[in-house]
């Protein structure tokens, strides 16, 4: 299977199935003598991993980390950093009635096409669980940011129907929907009971928004910065839709609306808008980064749905087991892990953008 890598310069590899013995990430290309431990990576973790309310599935696992390489005395190497993640608390017959069977919003179908072959049990590579990886790689490159003062505030802009209208970002990791208004948590959660006296899932939109960012991150053809967002984000399995700034409302503004002018504050450039969401040309532009991620409802649901077997008959699938009613609030960490790798893949291809940025490397 290719695809599994992400990133040109800082590459993250993840590998490891739901139901196998374990997951991880290979992360190569990362700068040597970045401080890191294993809780550098498992505060990350524990923001997306299962079992922490009524929101998410019961399946109950601790998700801990352990670094193998690429570590030492507590800062990187600058060799392949290898992290693990056991799997301890499969359920694996509770997928047997989908065996032969075509789950409705899954992979099953084009996984069995495309390969001959799948792993019925938990979905095996198209799960959820391989965001583990993911997030181990966003959390590393999270440690390098940092050295450079870029700050990432992600979180629900909405659950369902219901918007969130302010944004405080201490209330994010208050609530168990990563919402930022105190004042709609109420309305998401009878909403979501709504649903799950139905037996059904509900959806919603991460925002990511990104300060510190230098100017002129990505490139300005086919590896512009909001274009490679647009794929780290879209890779995951339930992101049905990206927008950068303001997105597809500015198909309804005019160019004087739409446009953000500039002026001088001391020696530096500012905007005096960010309808374009911190980027011009496919560069960041030094203002700040936003953009947002449509995620579709749980596919996996408790009612009736009608699909086919792989023998072509037509039927009726009830799925079983403990999925999540609502992806969003497990996801929004996901996301701002592929933000992170992606702006630090960016960063290290833009080291080399001028010679005088490698005389002055090279300099002696």
């Known amino acids: 299977m290719a695809g599994s890598t992400f990133g040109k310069v800082y590459r993250v590899t993840t590998w490891g199935e739901s139901h196998g013995k374990a997951l991880g990430a290979v992360v190569d290309g990362c700068p040597a003598g970045v401080p890191l431990t294993e809780e550098d990576i498992q505060s990350y973790l524990d923001r997306r991993k299962p079992g922490q309310s009524k929101a998410t599935t019961a399946r109950k696992e601790a998700d801990r980390c352990e670094i193998l390489s690429g570590v030492f005395d507590g800062k990187t190497t600058g060799t392949p950093i290898s992290v693990l993640v056991w ?48 997030v181990i790689g966003g959390a590393i490159a999270m440690q390098v940011l940092k050295e450079f003062g870029i ?110 002018g500039f002026y001088m504050d001391g020696d530096e ?38 699909t086919v077997d792989d023998q072509g008959n037509d039927t009726l699938i009830v799925i079983h087991g ?11 960490v996901v996301v701002e892990s592929m933000a992170a790798i992606t702006i630090l893949d960016l960063m290290m291809q833009n080291a080399s953008s001028q010679v005088d940025a490698l005389k002055n490397f090279y300099k002696k």
């Open 322 to 332: 403990r999925h999540d009613p609502i992806i969003v609030p497990r996801a929004v």
């Open 87 to 134: 799997n301890g608390d499969q359920h694996s017959k509770d997928y047997s009635n989908i065996a032969h069977v075509y789950r409705p919003g899954h992979a099953d179908y084009t996984f069995q096409e495309k390969y001959g072959i799948r792993d019925y049990r938990g979905g095996g590579r198209s799960s959820g669980r391989e965001t583990i990886g993911r």
């Open 151 to 260: 700050s990432f505030t992600c979180y629900a802009k909405s659950i369902g129907p219901v918007v969130a209208e302010n944004v405080d970002p201490v209330y994010i990791s208050k609530n168990p929907f990563c919402l930022p208004d105190p004042n709609v948590v109420e309305r998401a959660q009878s909403y979501l009971d709504a649903c799950m006296e139905r037996k059904d899932s509900i959806g919603g939109v991460i925002e990511c928004r990104v300060d510190g960012l230098p100017v002129g991150l990505g490139e300005p053809v086919f590896d512009k910065l909001d274009a490679l967002l647009g794929q780290a984000v879209m890779s995951i399995g339930a992101i049905k839709g990206f927008e950068v700034g303001d997105g597809f409302q500015s198909s309804l503004l005019h160019g004087s609306q739409d446009n953000d």
């Open 269 to 306: 450039v500012k905007k005096s808008s960010n309808h374009s969401g911190g980027t011009l040309g496919g560069m960041s532009d030094g203002g700040q980064l936003v953009f947002r991620a449509a995620v579709k409802p749980t596919p996996s649901i408790a009612q009736a749905q009608q």
